[in-house]
């Protein structure tokens, strides 16, 4: 199968794939330019994958040779939405690098994860292309990488777009393996799978299709060849970091896959295993679904797919199916990597027909991409909860340097991302953290304190929380929680400098946020902050002031 080249195949790259090329580059950048403003994150991890490339860059630039964990419990007191340990780290160190050049701001995270959809979209549209020609390849790229479900995700800080791209390149470079068996394209693969792996831990399942596709082509024996060993070590050494961080900070992402919340499907369950095909015809659209099923039957019949390539393609959307359906914590997201096989089939199917139909095929292609895309892109808004960053403003201006400030809402995130990005000094103290006992999110187990009037006050007097900011009617099903908004509506105590709106187009309750600031005494110096994390089993305090 050594130099093998398909009569559809992408051997000779013409000036229709350059302008293709130039389209997708374009929905990128339309991307961008429709993202959430003004930091308004919809997706309460946006803000916090955001914060830990910021992290990353002060860890840099501080370098805190002797005492690395201290300056970490440090900055979680400062800015107590960071999740660095909780995730494997290349986005964040991409935002990092990028924090370096452009400065710290949502509108550089939102750059990168730009960057990657752009890179996605391309990828996606050198691996159809191997297999078709230029405008069912285009029309691939915009299903897969452009539809409704993933720009909405593609416009958030998150890892999935990004793992979804490495993945597809990976796929680029292990096809053209399969074609001519040079060390490098397998080189090439391995690396990206691991760049994948490093972004997200479930990026892995495409080594399960991979290994069925090299089966195909060259014998099973071929996967114990001294080549495919040694770059199985070498990428086994590499992924030792992100296998020590998983298995010590990573206890919720092992929950989500064995299955930890009283809201987790059985496994066992019809609606656990139709969950993701439930949610193809919102990713991708029904036309698109039924395209591919044909385009599975017809498969066998193009001279572009070598067995080894119908092996790829179908194992992929097979495997994908079974591993994301196994995994206890089921969100549409994560099925997005699904889409790369769903789409190519569905331009299969379409390029096959052009043999009766002619040319009204390729129209049919780009108007189903095309259209499917404009939906995504124009028909659904990306989701954004817009309100925060001003409240950041108005607090960074006010309270005294390394002052503690309250924060009582849901998308603390937002808020605390905004302080960094300003350069504020001043400490988030989340009323969540403080006032309640909750492992990871609320849904997996909260404990109330069962803190009092006569207690709040005290703890703001004795930790200097001069200044709140709180979004009312804040988890008031729990006392502590209820009994502080009750507190917060006390003009004799506090005193509202603004109220700023809070503008959602999805997902939020929340119309404004108060910043308040407490006329009660201060201790001074405050208390040092104590924090239990309960996820990690330890508790965390501030040195002395």
Known sequence: MSGHTPPHGAARHSSADAAALAALVVVALLGFATSPPDGGFWWTDAPRHALDGAFILDLLRDLPLADPVGYTY????????????????????????????????????????????????????????????????????????AGPELLVWARQIMLDVPAYAWVVASAVAFVRWLDTDRPAALTAA????????????????????????????????????????????VCAAVLVPAAVLLVTFGGANIASVVGSQTTDLPRA???????????????????????????????????????????????WAVVAYVVFSFIALREVRHSLMLLAPVAVLAMTALQHAERRVGRVAQI?????????????????PAPAVVGHAAAARIVAALAPRDANVLFSGYRDGNFIFAMRSLGATARTVRADKLLLRMFIARERGVEDRGYDRAALLGLLQKHGLQYIVAEDDFWTDLPSLKTLDTLLHDRTLFQEIAQVPVEANAGSSTTALRVLRYLGPMDSPPAPLTLEMVGLGRTISEEPR
Request: net charge positive.
């Open 269 to 315: 369950s019809l609606a656990a295993w139709t969950f993701y095909p439930d949610a193809l015809p919102g990713q991708i659209g029904w036309p698109t679904i039924a395209l591919a099923i044909w385009g599975a039957v017809v498969l066998r019949r193009m001279p572009s797919f070598t067995q080894p390539h119908r092996v790829l393609i179908l194992a």
């Open 74 to 145: 440090e900055y979680y007191l400062r800015y107590p939405a960071l999740t660095v340990l909780f995730y494997p780290p290349l986005l964040h160190i991409v935002l990092a690098a990028a924090y370096a050049i452009f400065g710290v701001s949502a509108i550089v995270a939102a750059g990168v994860e730009a960057v990657f959809h752009g890179g996605l979209l391309v990828a996606l549209f050198m691996l159809a292309r191997r297999w078709l020609r230029t405008p069912y390849a285009l029309g691939a790229a915009l299903l897969a990488g």
């Open 190 to 233: 391995a690396a990206l799978l691991v760049a994948a792996i490093y972004t997200k831990y479930n990026a892995g399942f495409i080594l399960i299709p991979y290994a069925l596709a090299a089966a195909s082509a060259r014998g099973w024996t071929s996967l114990l060849s001294r080549r495919v060993l040694a770059t199985a070590a």
């Open 364 to 380: 049919a292609a780009l108007t189903l991409a095309v259209g499917t895309t404009a939906w995504g892109m124009f028909g659904r």
